[in-house]
């Protein structure tokens, strides 16, 4: 390589770096948009086991075993296919060939046939996806709230992975004619782009040059960009969903989070508190994603946007707006919002998370089954958000359906959802029938 | 049929071993009375000494804070926790599935902490313990689980060895346990009409249900039991499908 594709490459990595670091910082401020009290209730040994498990070991994919599966081996291909990154980058900023083969035959070949045998593994799991996205009827890569963008997106993923494979193992076969013809090092063959070589033997020396330098700065240039281009996507899952899972809860399912907030409130009124309360919040339940807690927006950001969860919402079975996918969308896109709104000095208070993306006929729904969150794959919550929500339509709206204010009243005044009196609780074995 | 109050209890100088959590269902509603006399008459053949709160009972905030109110959910814990810890209760069995979740794991952090259990959780360690023995009866059951009592706490056997005790032929549906549908009343949904859709939940759970074709489907929470009955009436089937709750099937069943 010569000293200018050398200088090219150390500025393309730095200038990369330097969008992913921009970027990094933008969603960390994002995420903390959210209230900072959120702490996980899970003891350090279980969040080590989930994250060992859930995480690393993908354990909850497994309910679904196919799409589990093919998951998998995109998975690990991507550990075991980025190692090859950093000989790549090495080459890149010394200026050198394939600079593990001081390894020698049989190491460097076997580990480059390794590698290659993930890539094989990697395409076909690619274009399998892509098929089963596009060509089968999968009611939960269809739903309504994936139209557009969100489609584009795990489409351009799938497409853009499957350039990047092919472009190593083009690289390879090319670089291995090249060797047959003295032009690069031996390496010994390498297994899977072995079988590629009659596709490239008529190339002049030349082209198969160009060839193989051309796919080598694919590659690079195709890592480098996939990374920046995760920050916008659904595919941000890949990063994130390691701490959301090691922050998730693993109290009780149908226990639901206690505001201290009210208890507080309660307590003064009755003047059972002590003097040092802490300050009300701002406002009680969420309107906006600022109300959420931090987790709330780490699940919305770690989201891969499987819509597992909204294809087991009972109400979204029976034909319901609701979808929990789309609340977790919602909320990542208006973190999104108002992060550009505060740096362009915005004022974004004209609209809200709720009314503007999620509206009351969507959070009345939910069952609270948590049927949603049982399946997520990486722990997310969405149930956490809806009864936020909810929290700010009765405390902070009063705009519940008529239904709930009634049952209310009931128990206000009866100490029972229905109205009956307070008197006749006992009937059932005082005056038997 | 034997029932005492806890005050009946304190003022013969006694302690009762539970105190039994009715709810709300299970003292207004007509169907579920029925269960929680069935209940009663298993802890009386038993000889369980249990109380109940009787006219000092009042709904747990379950409904409430699920509709968002938290302030009355936790004005309804702070009035049950003192009427509980002023009677020094200790353990708690109930049948609503509902009240049970918020009894066990939210009232804690309000200051109300009690052993509590599922009326399935309790009559199976009876069952266990060899003390609950009942007659075996062929009739096909399927089981529906309950949210609040499956996914919500992971109670998923104790009913299932119950009926398993009861018969050789529970029946699986295909989404249960972990997987199991809702029946559509969570969430203080049964308290007001659902939102626009193509079915109700219940009658897309009673298209499961048909295609076991019990003889009974057995719940253990009352809403689950309201649910599944309305959707059974509403389908034509209430001739041919018994919706019943376990402690029910246990009762007709029970040996002397």
Redesign the interface.
Known sequence: MNPIQQFLFIFLLIFFGYILLRRITIIKRNILLGEKKYKTSAKKKTRLKNLILIAFGQSKMFKKILPAVLHLMIYSGFIIINIEIIEIILDGILGTHRIFNVLGMPYYNVFISVIEFFVVLVLISCVIFLFRRNFMKIDRLRSPELKGWPIVDANLILVFEIILMLAILTMNASDLILQDLDRYNSTGNFYFSGFLKPLFINFSEMSLVILERTFWWVHIIGILLFAVYVTYSKHLHIFLAFPNIYHSDD??????N??KS??N??EMMMGLSSENVEEPPKR??AKDITDLSWKNILEAYSCSECGRCTS?C??N??????SPRKIMMDVRDRSEEIGKMKDKGLNHNDKSLLGDYIST?EI????????C??ECPININPLDII?E???????EDSN??P??NS??QN??TN????K?P????????KK?V | MKVKTINEFINSNQKPEILFWVGCAGSYDDRYKKVTKSFVSILNHLRIDFAVLGDEEGCTGDPARRAGNEYLFQMQALNNITNLNKYNIEKIVTMCPHCFNTLKNEYPELGGKYDVVHHTEFLNELLEEGRLISEKTNIKITYHDSCYLGRGNKIYEAPRNLINSLSENLHEMKRKKENGLCCGAGGSQIFKESESGNIEINLERINDIQEVNPDTVAVACPFCMTMINDGVKEKNLDKKINVKDISEIIEENLKN
């Open positions: 109290q009780e399912k149908g226990k639901m206690n505001m009210i208890t409130e309660i009680f339940g087991v009972p109400a079975i029976t034909g319901k707006k609701l006929e009345f729904a939910c069952t609270s089954c948590n049927a969150v049982e009864i929500c909810r929290r700010y339509a009765a405390l519940l359906p239904e709930w049952m209310m128990i206000e100490f029972s959802p229905w009956f307070i008197d006749d609780r006992s009937n059932w074995f038997d």
